[in-house]
């Protein structure tokens, strides 16, 4: 069956800063969160390969505008470096080569009719401020975070039209302080709590000077929400499930979207002992500055059922006391990176922005497949034959248009990623990209099968499912 994309519809791709740059260029004292972590842990490097080098995007933009122009894309997200945009974060001293990097690709795209879209921090963190002021538990990282926002937007906003201020903003401290899989590897819920609502408030501020200084386009954030469900009809399983969302999707969409917290939330981490900062004067300001639109990244559903393990009183609390996670039997998966497939994660999620989420404007600005070894699947003309990547976008999309057309309000869909990028666990290992990176080769670029058909898709406006 032949299914149509709706006018309008945004079809782009993906990626980010960190992702694709490279260091070449990179001062002393540039180093983000990430390339900290990469330079600690040697092992999350692939083959030797990671961030050194990643795409070498920072000197090879050009090619890839050029490929997206060949494919048709009207639309490319990517990210500004925090940690490379000064030579100072505290004076602000803007890095002028950095800077006029950007300028340099914003227009290049905007001369290939690619529509750039600008995320001020995709897990970009500058190491000096994690440091100095152990990162987002600080005010001080509010503030300077803020200003950052002015001093790109009076530089960009007059070509930059799409802009968020986080992509996924509840990951880092969800890895560092509740999984404590990366150092100081402690729980500390506190701090996690701490993170999550300074980011908030950070995107209500930057929100705030985007509308006062009324720059002409759209200011959102880009949220990760995990679609989840109940693995029964149990009232135990659907409060595990409820509980789930409050604490990783409804932390962000509720504030984000409605300009409040859920009025159970603050509460109920009183009672579990997590008391952070915050006053009334940034709840006011939160009320008063919500997004424009969202980003929205989704790539699998997420399952839950009760908590089956008893928590003592000397546990320091986490939220997984109210929930445990769940594999359903028999769901389909990409092995290579563990996550289920279920496209129907659209048709609910869209809903739920149309019935709780006051219908807010909404992309998909990932979603995508990671397949290792991709090589594999290489053709004797080396063309690599991702034919389980257009079943999974054609699988998606259905789903995102089939909820757009029963009135959500999506905009469009974002393809993760343009190309095979670094990820920020580990490295080359997944391949997520339309254009091939060939890593053996000087980092050169190549169309997958799936691009040719994105190409088409584009032109036709029209796919088969
Ligand atoms: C998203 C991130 O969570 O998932 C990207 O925004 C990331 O930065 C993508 O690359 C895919 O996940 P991973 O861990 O396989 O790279």
Redesign the pocket.
């Known amino acids: 069956m032949k299914k149509r994309i709706p006018e309008n519809f945004i079809i782009g791709a993906g990626s980010?800063a960190w992702?694709t740059e490279g260091w070449k260029g990179k001062k002393e004292g540039q180093d983000s969160y990430l390339d900290t972590w990469y330079k600690n842990e040697k092992q999350v490097w692939h083959e030797g390969y990671g961030p050194g080098v990643a795409t070498n995007f920072y000197e090879r933009y050009q090619e890839d505008v050029d490929l997206m122009k060949e494919i048709g894309l009207t639309h490319f997200r990517t990210s500004i470096n925090w940690s490379r945009f000064f030579i100072d974060y505290e004076t602000l001293e803007v890095d002028e080569d950095y800077a006029a990097y950007i300028d340099r690709f914003v227009d290049s795209l905007i001369k290939a009719g690619v529509t750039p879209m600008l995320c001020l921090e995709?897990?970009e963190l500058p190491t000096y401020l994690q440091d100095k002021y152990d990162g987002w538990s600080s005010k001080k990282v509010v503030a300077l975070f803020t200003q950052y926002a002015e001093i790109v937007f009076d530089r960009y906003a007059d070509r930059v039209k799409y802009w968020f201020t986080f992509?996924?903003p509840v990951?880092i401290q969800t890895r560092t302080y509740l999984d404590a899989i990366r150092y100081p590897h402690e729980q500390d819920t506190k701090k996690w709590m701490q993170w999550n609502y300074h980011k908030v408030l950070a995107t209500a501020k930057v929100v705030e000077i985007y509308h006062r200084k009324n720059y002409d386009g759209q200011i959102g954030i880009?949220l990760?929400p995990e679609v989840t469900y109940p693995r029964s009809s149990s009232e135990a399983d659907k409060k595990a499930a409820e509980m789930y969302d409050l604490f990783f999707n409804r932390i962000y969409l509720d504030p984000l979207v409605k300009g409040s917290y859920p009025e159970e939330l603050f509460p109920l981490l009183k009672k579990h002992g997590i008391q952070f900062d915050y006053t009334k004067e940034e709840i006011d300001s939160i009320a008063h500055n919500t997004v424009d639109y969202l980003g929205i990244?989704l790539?699998y559903p997420n399952r839950v059922k009760a908590p089956s393990y008893q928590w003592n009183e000397q546990t320091p609390f986490h939220p997984a006391y109210y929930y445990d996670h769940f594999e359903l039997p028999g769901r389909k998966m990409n092995k290579s990176?563990g996550w289920e497939i279920y496209p129907q994660m659209m048709v609910d999620f869209g809903m739920r922005i149309k019935n709780d989420y006051e219908n807010i404007p909404w992309i998909v600005t990932?979603n995508?497949m990671?397949i290792e070894d991709e090589e594999r699947f290489m053709d004797s003309n080396g063309v690599v034959q991702d034919d389980y990547r257009i079943e999974f976008i054609s699988e998606h999309l259905n789903c995102l248009i089939e909820v757009t057309e029963a009135g959500s309000n999506c905009k469009g869909y974002m393809l993760?990623?343009f190309t095979d990028?670094v990820?920020?666990?580990?490295a080359f290992k997944?391949r997520?990209g339309l254009v091939r990176i060939d890593l053996n080769n000087n980092r050169d670029r190549s169309l997958k099968k799936s691009a040719f058909w994105y190409k088409n898709l584009i032109e036709s406006r029209t796919f088969e499912v």
């Open positions: 980010s992702q995709h897990y992509n996924e990951v880009v990760n990244n790539y990176r990932e995508g990671g993760w990623a990028c990820s920020p666990m580990n997944n997520y």
